[in-house]
């Protein structure tokens, strides 16, 4: 187990009251210390603009490094400092991902920025540089197929956008629907050869653990061992959690270790335990602190405590989106 971090990601500021705040992060130290879980933390290098080049056009690369301060998307303020804690950030996602490969070990990158909406040429929702999507490029030549799971409760447009034609690289997002960025529906599958490699599972508001156990169940794991990854990695958002006021999916906190334990399981049951995590959103800091803490100890055989488990969505509210997902999916998927 290993945990990716660097000093700097505290120091990545949005404007004033924007809820991306460095809260997140310091709140996840503290709970993790606190657990006596802050060890085997590994301080990566910057990316190199070749790298981020994988994903992003120079042009945008150069914005992102030359633009005065100020918003360069409705959500996304740039400063001065930006530019060079996104590529730690993106450096630090691609550690995480050569660690979770050649060690086969689960490696937790502790990122800010986030990364999961940021596309070729653009900034969106508190992202720059896609964190996840630039480290599953920079594994091609290493792992031939990966799979990438974005549980945040907003749709990881970039990534998908990224791997859209691609059959070696399988994205699955379960978000709720109709919320930023609005893309992410059901019929999204992929293009030419990438048909079938996404998969969108778009909850509707209220949906919680019984619908994520379902999608787990009929669509995630049965898709995953079809697929047959040599790695799995998560865009771990955890603003589909019922206290984080961003979204109105209900998820526990509970459930979330569950989800992410269950992936967890995949990865040894299939790809030797190449796991790797990558923070994106969650907003109300101490479910965010305790899901990632839990998830962290659990895989270090511990139990740790958890305070935001109350379970509303008992029955599955979610049964009709999976019904559809799954109609629509059998097409590429013994479902
Ligand atoms: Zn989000």
Known sequence: MVLIFDESYLEHQQNYMHPERPERLEAIVEKMRAESLWNNVVKPEPATVEDVMLN?????????????????????????????IAMKAVGGAIKAAEMAYEKKETSLALLRPPGHHAVESSSMGFCYFNNIAIAAMTMADKAQRIAIIDPDVHHGNGTQDSFYANEDILYISTHQRYIFPGTGSISEVGSGKGKGFTVNI??????????????????????????????????????????????????????????????????REICHGRFAVFLEGGYALSPLSEIVTGFYGSTQGRDISLKHTDISDKKGLGMATIRSVLDTQKKYWDL
């Open 202 to 267: 778009p909850f509707d508001n209220g949906c919680g653990d019984a619908s994520y156990e379902m999608a787990m169940e009929k669509v995630i794991h049965p898709v995953i061992k079809q697929f047959n990854p040599d790695m799995i990695m998560v865009s771990l958002g955890t603003d589909a959690h019922y206290e984080d006021l961003l979204a109105g999916l209900n998820l526990s906190s509970k459930g979330y270790v569950d989800l992410l334990n269950g992936i967890h399981g995949l990865a």
């Open 56 to 84: 992003h056009s120079e042009r945008y690369i150069r914005r992102i490094r030359d633009s005065p301060e100020g918003y360069i998307d409705p959500d996304t303020y740039l400063r001065k400092k930006t530019y060079s």
